[in-house]
C-alpha cells in the first residue's frame, strides 16, 4: 500500500498551495519539462498529445467557417513593426530581436514573431486588389515569443505555441460579424470539448489588444477563483490597413481600405484544464481532448490468460474509435491506478481471473472515482456511455463551481470586503472611466476582465466612484 501512495505523495495539495499543486502536476503527469532556456518549456509526449487533439478539434471548427491555413515567416522587420504605433508600443516590452545572421550584424533588425498582424498586413496588401479578393479569412499554427519577466508551464512562457486568425472585409459590417463569429466558435470549443464554462463580453479600452477597435474575450473561472482569459476575437477597423496601404478597388471603381479581424487561442488552454478539472490526486481530463481515453489494467497478470484478454479488450474498444491502452508493466494494480489517475485517463477498465470467468469486468471513471461493473459482451457501449456522461457532468460540475465563486458588489465596501475574503468573479456596475479602473487595480489587484454580453442592472451608479453606470462588468484577480 505504500507503494500505491508514492507517486502522489509528492503532489502538494491544492488546498494548501494551489500554485505548487499545478506545477506538480504538470510534472508529475510529465507533460512538461524545463530546459536550459529560462521561461522555454519542453512539450513531453503526454503534453503535446492534448495540443494535437485540441489543435485538430478547433482547426475543424474553423474550417467549418471557410478559415483557410497558412504559414507567414517567424520574422518581422523592425520598420514594419513601427508602422502602427499603438501596436508597436503594446509590444516592445515583450519584443526579442535578432541582430546579427551569422557574424554579420543586420542592416535592419529582426524581430522574433510576437504576433503577425504587420505580416498579414504586408501580405495581404499584394494579394488584395479588388473587392473580388475579399474576404480573406486565413489561420495559421505556428509558435510565438514574448520576453515574459514571470514564466508559468503552459501559462505563461516566453515561446508558446497558438494559432493566430487574420481576415480581410470589404466592410465594417463584415468584420465584427466575423470577429463575434470566431469569439463563439472559441467559446463553444471550451464547453463542449474541453468542458470549461466560459464568460463572453467585451474587453474595456484599457484591457484591448494593441491598436485594436474592440476586443472580445471569453473569461474562465479556475479552482483556486482566479481567472483565466482563455480566447480572444479583435476587430481592428481600418487603422492597419490605413497604416499599411492596405487598399481595394471596390465595386463603383473608388479605393477603400479593408477592415480586418484578428483571434487566437494558445496552449494556456492545457493550463486551464489542469486548474479547472484537477484534483488532489492530479490530472483530470475531458474524455474528448484525453490522449488515452480508456486504459485496461490486467489484474493477476501472470495468471494465464490474462493479458490476452485483456489486449482483446483494448483491440475491440480500439476497432469502435476508442483511444485505449493496455497497462502490461510489472508494476502493482495499486501503483497502476495511482498512475492513471495521476495522468488524467477518464476511465480504466479492471479485468482479473474471476472477472474473465464471470464475462466482466469493472469500469472506473476518473473524476468521480465511481466503479460499476460490466458484462464484457457490453463492454464497447457501456464504456461510450460512461464517457459521454463524464463529458457532459465535468462542464455541469465546473459550471456549478464557477457560479458558486461569482458575487455581487454594489458599493466599494461589498466590493472590498469580497475580495478580501474570497476569490472568484465579482459583478458590479462600471461608469466606464478608466481613473475607476485604474484604482481598483492599484488598490486590489483586480482587473476588468469583461463587460460581458448579457448585461444585468445590479444598480444605477458605479461600484467605485458612485457616478451613473454604463456597464455591468466581470471583476477578479487574473493568471
Same mark, same amino acid.
Given at each position: ?61 474553423? *474550417? ?19 508602422? +502602427? ?13 535578432? #541582430? =546579427? ?12 514573431? !510576437?504576433? /503577425? ?33 514571470? #514564466?508559468?508551464?503552459?501559462?505563461? /512562457? ?10 480581410? =472585409? ?32 467585451? *474587453?474595456?479600452?484599457?484591457? *484591448? ?42 465595386? %463603383? ?5 479593408? =477592415?480586418? #479581424?484578428?483571434?487566437?487561442? #494558445? ?9 479547472? =478539472? ?19 489494467? !490486467? ?12 489486449? +482483446? ?14 497497462? %502490461? ?45 460490466? /458484462?464484457?459482451?457490453?463492454? +464497447? ?21 464557477? %457560479? ?62 458612485? *457616478? ?12
Amino acid at each position: 500500500m505504500a507503494e500505491n501512495k508514492k507517486l502522489v505523495e509528492s503532489i502538494t495539495s491544492m488546498e494548501e498551495d494551489f500554485a505548487q499543486w499545478y506545477t506538480d502536476v504538470v510534472k508529475k503527469a510529465e507533460l512538461i519539462d524545463y530546459t536550459s532556456v529560462k521561461g522555454c518549456m519542453v512539450f513531453r509526449p503526454a503534453g503535446y498529445a492534448i495540443w494535437e487533439l485540441i489543435q485538430k478539434q478547433l482547426d475543424e471548427r474553423f *474550417k467549418a467557417t471557410g478559415v483557410e491555413n497558412v504559414y507567414l515567416p517567424m520574422f518581422i522587420p523592425e520598420s514594419l513593426l513601427n508602422k +502602427e504605433k499603438d501596436h508597436v508600443e503594446g509590444f516592445a516590452p515583450e519584443v526579442a530581436w535578432v #541582430t =546579427h545572421g551569422g557574424l554579420q550584424p543586420l542592416q535592419e533588425k529582426l524581430c522574433v514573431r !510576437p504576433t /503577425s498582424e504587420t505580416l498579414f498586413c504586408d501580405y495581404y496588401k499584394n494579394v488584395i486588389q479588388s473587392y473580388r479578393d475579399l474576404p480573406q479569412v486565413c489561420n495559421q499554427w505556428c509558435s510565438v515569443v514574448r520576453w515574459e519577466k514571470e #514564466t508559468r508551464p503552459f501559462l505563461r /512562457s516566453r515561446e508558446f505555441l497558438w494559432q493566430e486568425g487574420h481576415t480581410a =472585409h470589404a466592410t465594417a459590417e463584415e468584420a465584427e460579424e466575423r470577429t463575434l463569429q470566431m469569439l463563439n466558435v472559441y467559446a463553444d470549443f471550451c464547453e463542449e470539448v474541453l468542458a470549461i464554462p466560459v464568460v463572453k463580453g467585451r *474587453k474595456t479600452d484599457k484591457e *484591448k489588444f494593441a491598436g485594436a477597435v474592440a476586443t472580445y474575450t471569453i473569461e474562465a473561472l479556475m479552482h483556486d477563483g482566479k481567472a483565466l482569459q482563455s480566447g480572444t476575437s479583435h476587430n481592428f477597423g481600418d487603422g492597419f490597413a490605413k497604416a499599411f496601404g492596405v487598399q481595394f478597388a471596390d465595386k %463603383d471603381n473608388t479605393l477603400k481600405y479593408v =477592415h480586418q #479581424t484578428s483571434w487566437g487561442m #494558445t496552449t494556456r488552454l492545457i493550463g486551464a484544464v489542469i486548474m479547472v =478539472h484537477g484534483d488532489n490526486s492530479g490530472l483530470v481530463l475531458p474524455p474528448k481532448i484525453a490522449p488515452t481515453q480508456v486504459m485496461v489494467i !490486467p489484474i493477476m497478470q501472470k495468471k494465464e490468460g490474462v493479458l490476452e484478454k485483456a489486449a +482483446e479488450l483494448k483491440d475491440r474498444l480500439a476497432a469502435k474509435g476508442f483511444r485505449v491502452k493496455v497497462d %502490461d508493466t510489472d508494476k502493482s494494480p495499486g501503483w497502476k491506478f495511482s498512475e492513471q489517475e495521476m495522468r488524467g485517463i477518464p476511465v480504466r477498465v479492471e479485468i482479473g481471473p474471476k472477472d474473465i470467468e464471470a464475462n466482466k469486468c469493472v469500469i472506473c471513471r476518473r473524476d468521480t472515482r465511481e466503479k460499476l461493473e460490466c /458484462s464484457l459482451d457490453e463492454l +464497447e457501449a457501456k464504456i461510450g456511455e460512461v464517457l459521454e456522461k463524464m463529458q457532459v457532468e465535468m462542464l455541469e460540475n465546473a459550471r456549478a463551481r464557477r %457560479d458558486a465563486q461569482t458575487y455581487v458588489a454594489t458599493n466599494m465596501e461589498e466590493f472590498r470586503a469580497i475580495f478580501a475574503e474570497k476569490s472568484g468573479f465579482v459583478k458590479a456596475m462600471w461608469c466606464g472611466e478608466q481613473a475607476c479602473e485604474d484604482k481598483i487595480k492599484e488598490e486590489l489587484s483586480v482587473t476588468s476582465r469583461c463587460m460581458p454580453f448579457e448585461q444585468e442592472e445590479l444598480s444605477d451608479v458605479c461600484v467605485c466612484c458612485g *457616478k451613473p453606470a454604463k456597464k455591468m462588468v466581470y471583476w477578479g484577480r487574473a493568471y
